[in-house]
Structure formats: structure tokens, C-alpha cells
């Protein structure tokens, strides 16, 4: 049944991000409607959502009680504002995050999107050691093939080469880990693959090269979901805890994707073990709907900027929109469903299907290497010769043609579906994708 909203007749203003726009505008594929694990298309198809949107519906869509949240507070409080006023969903929507962050996470600061969590966690660094007479480590070191969103210190930090190469020199002082992808000693490993820890020690070269006394923080994702899920090897993650406490440096991590259950625990921070100084936190935290980002860092992170008279403003950063009310109403309503339902758990307790569907297509067409953890899945495909990221575009294209959402990037289907995914909703993405597959040329 064809719905009210028809494609738009001139698609041309509307510049699209990270999107092929001249391909898409030739055939174009329009969202309308969603429900759960559905979108419904402008020409009336059903759509399971294998991608939680962008890694962000985590709770699937339309959930009443966030709807009805963000109505009730467009209606009471639209508006406030961010600097020198408060109100008080906020703050609860603070102390609700700290209830379910890492033991030692205790503030924090709200932003608008992933990309604006990771500029504010890079300067809180920076600013941190300045603050504690330390102002000579202003040096970060990011990971290849890190995606810490778009901005100029996430791509500067970030290491996917097609998102830094057109934008000039970026942020001055920055230096970058090797990337944990092994692929000839860790392909089509279950979950977090063997071989691997020692890159963490790289970051003792990269002290030896520039000084500890000059690098205020190390950032990474937990586990690399952008650039095509690439777990931590076992151990990597300690590692990195170790070296950057032993010389002083901040641990940052990139929490936008691993957050808010998609691992199984609220934070990857949980499931690993490890507990970083800063986390960068969007996307789930409003279950996608109201664009909001959080930072939560320690106390210690927190308290180096409370000195100085008490009418100076401690910290000269933040946004008109730093905890919006509708956002942090959006923001509570989702973290309550997430808990009525049991969403983080039931992460947990899906995974290991997920995990056992995903590796049942070793052996397809195409397929060099197959990747999970929790309720993420990637599927790595040869690249056609001279032609890379063609044949996973391709799978994308046929794909939402049978009725699946996934997302590649490069030759890399990524899958990340809503926590909520019954068993026969996995069977039906990963049979589609199977078929897919088949007929791939
Ligand atoms: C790890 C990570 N950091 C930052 C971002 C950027 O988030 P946003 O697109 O909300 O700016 C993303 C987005 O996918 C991400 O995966």
C-alpha cells in the first residue's frame, strides 16, 4: 500500500551526507514510516532494520514511551538555556548516565552528536593537563582506521583515509596507533580474536618518540565499528590501560556505537573490563531520535577545573543545545526502556545466535572474513579487482531491494540491529543476506 508521503519530485537541493547523491537521486530509496524492526518504504515495502539506523535505534523505532516523553516536554518546556541557566531533566538525565556508566565515571557534558563528544573530550584533555600545570601535553594519539566522526579533531584523530585526505593538514600534533585488524592469523574469529595485543605496545614507541610529557591522551573505539568492526584482540584494551596510567596520558574511549547495550553491558567499557578517563557517548543515548552526545569522565578529569574564583566560568566550552529538555526527556525515556525491558540483557542473551547465523555464511560467495560481538556483525567481502567498495555497494543496493537494511563501507557489510531482534528476524537478515551473496557478481 502506497503511503501519503511520495518521493519528493525535486531531490536536487537537499546535499546528502556520506551518500552517493547523483546515484541515489537516479533511484532514490525513501523511509516513511517505522515500527520496531521495520521501516516502511515510500512504495509501501517493509524493511527489517539490520543497521538500528545508524547504529543508533537501539530500542527499535517508534517506542511509545520515548514519543510520548518528547511530546509531553515540546509542550511544557521547550527551551532553556544552556549557560549560566539550568533545568532539572538534565541533571537527572546526568545522574541516571552515572547510574550505568563504568564505576568512576561521575560527570557529564552534554553535546549534540558523536562528533561533537569526541572535539569536547579532545579539548577536556588538553585543557585537563593545562589546568594541573602539566600544559605541555597537548599531543593525541588516535588509532588507523578510527572513526571518531567528522569534525576537524575527529578526522585528525580518526584513521579512515577517504574522511582526512581532501581537508587539508587537520590538528598539528597528532600521531596515530596501527590499526588491530590481522586477517591472516584472526579471520572469521567468534567474538574478540586471539592474536593481537602486542599493537597496544606500539603506543610505548610512540612515547619513546614524542615524550610522555607531551601527549595528554590516547582515543579510541573500544571495538571499530565505522570502519568495519574490528574487535579488540585479547588483551589489547588492558594494555592500553596500563601504558597510557603508567606515563600520565588520558584514556579516551569512543563509546558513540558500543554504548547503550549494543556489546551486551550498557558500556564497552563493562564488557571489557577496562575503565577509561573520558567516554564519548550519542546515538543510543536518545535512542537516535533527538540528536544528543554525552562526555562522562572521573572526578579527577572534573575536579582539575573547579578551582579559580567561583563566578568564573570553569570551562569556556559548550553548545546552545548542551541538554536541550526534549533531548534529555528523549534521553530518559529511552534509558528507561532500555531497563524495563531488559534491552542490555537481552543484548547478552542474543548474541550467541547471532554469533552462529553470522558464521553460517563462511563458506558464501565472496566472503574472505566474518566479524561479531554482541548484537554487531560484519561480513567482509573480496573486493572485485580495480573496483573496491563496488561489490558491497551492490550487496546494499539488492539487499533493500529483498527487504533487508544493512550498511557497508569499503567492501564490509556491517550489521547492528536493534536490541530488541527476535530469532526469526536474525534468520530472515542473514538468509536474505546469504541469497544476496549468491547472486553477487
Ligand atoms: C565511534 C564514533 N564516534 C563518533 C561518531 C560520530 O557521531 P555523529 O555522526 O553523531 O557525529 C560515530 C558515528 O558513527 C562513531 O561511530
Redesign the pocket.
Known sequence: MALDRKTPNDLNAFWMPFTANRQFKKSPRMFVAAKDMHYTTSDGRQVLDGTAG??CCNAGHCRPKITEAIQKQAAELDYAPAFQMGHPIAFELANRLIDIAPEGMEHVFYTN????S?ETALKLAIAYHRARGDGARTRLIGRERG????NFG?ISVGGIVTNRKVFGPMLAGVDHLPHTHLPAQNAFSKGQPEHGAHLADDLERIVALHGAETIAAVIV?PMA??TGVLLPPKGYLQKLREITKKHGILLIF?E??TGFGRLGSAFAGQHYGVTPDLM?T??GLTNGVIPM?AVMCTKDVHDAFMNGPEHMIELFHGYTYSGNPIASAAGIATLDTYREEGLFERAAEMAPYWQEALHSLKGTRHVIDIRNEGLIGAVELEPIAGEPTKRAFSAFLKAYEKGILIRTTGDIIAMSPPLIIEKEHIDQLIGTLKEVLDTLD
Open positions: 545508524l547504529w552528536s558523536g562528533s561533537e569526541v572513526y571518531h566522526g567528522v575527529g573505539e565499528g565505522s569512543d558513540v556505537i564519548t550519542a546515538k552526545g
